[in-house]
């Protein structure tokens, strides 16, 4: 029962998605260029240069950090990030935030259940990133032990899914 609940709290935060009657139409990264709050991640999208990538056919599940989730992180981080000299740096925190495959919120939370509280996803980068319920919230916990919590889900694309979340998250450093 209470896994029920806790399925029905996470579905029903889907609601809550951005522009949900013209996402079905558009691609990831059309519906990411329509969100005011997801400006910088097009912006960095952009200067990796992976437009076209995430505009394929896929499918992908994307996380896609909020303009906040960018802001969290340490002064200067994010100019730094999209200077031509640092593209590969970028472009591998960004597909850390890519999984390959359709991943609806329904997906995750059986794959999160079947893994007795936890699932390991393998990121488009090649790391692993970790997503499990905490407070009822989906959260996903990176290789550094980062948290974000996804805040709204299925925003339904033609080339798979977008799941809204309040922080960056990075692969473990090597």
Same mark, same amino acid.
């Given at each position: !029962?209470?896994?029920?609940?806790? /399925?029905?709290?996470?579905?029903? !935060? %889907?609601?809550?998605?951005?522009?949900?009657?013209?996402?079905?139409? %558009?691609? /990831? *990264? @059309?519906?990411?260029?329509? %969100?005011?709050?997801?400006?910088?991640?097009?912006?960095? &999208?952009?200067?990796?240069?992976?437009?076209? #990538?995430?505009? %394929?056919?896929?499918?992908?599940? &994307?996380? +896609?950090? &909020? =303009?906040? +989730?960018?802001?969290?992180?340490? $002064?200067?981080?994010?100019?730094?990030?999209?200077?031509?000299? =640092?593209?590969?740096?970028?472009?591998?925190?960004? @597909?850390?935030? *890519?999984?390959?495959? =359709?991943? $609806?919120?329904? +997906?995750?939370?059986?794959?999160?259940?079947?893994?007795?509280?936890?699932? *390991?996803?393998?990121?488009?980068?090649?790391?692993?990133?970790?997503?499990?319920?905490? $407070?009822?919230? *989906?959260?996903?916990?990176?290789? =550094?032990?980062?948290?974000? /919590?996804? #805040?709204?889900? $299925?925003?339904?694309?033609?080339?798979?899914?977008?799941?809204? /979340?309040?922080?960056?998250?990075?692969?473990?450093?090597?």
């Amino acid at each position: !029962m209470k896994s029920v609940k806790k /399925i029905a709290l996470f579905l029903t !935060m %889907s609601l809550f998605s951005l522009g949900a009657i013209a996402q079905a139409k %558009s691609d /990831i *990264v @059309t519906i990411a260029a329509g %969100s005011a709050d997801h400006t910088t991640l097009v912006a960095a &999208v952009k200067a990796a240069g992976l437009v076209e #990538t995430l505009k %394929s056919k896929g499918p992908f599940t &994307v996380f +896609a950090p &909020v =303009n906040a +989730a960018f802001n969290k992180l340490p $002064d200067g981080t994010v100019e730094s990030l999209l200077k031509p000299e =640092n593209k590969a740096q970028l472009t591998g925190i960004l @597909t850390y935030h *890519v999984v390959a495959g =359709n991943l $609806d919120a329904k +997906a995750v939370l059986a794959a999160i259940q079947k893994g007795g509280g936890k699932a *390991v996803l393998t990121t488009v980068a090649g790391s692993k990133l970790t997503a499990s319920l905490e $407070d009822g919230k *989906v959260t996903l916990t990176d290789g =550094n032990g980062g948290k974000a /919590i996804v #805040t709204a889900t $299925d925003l339904k694309a033609t080339n798979g899914v977008i799941h809204v /979340i309040d922080t960056v998250v990075l692969p473990a450093a090597e």
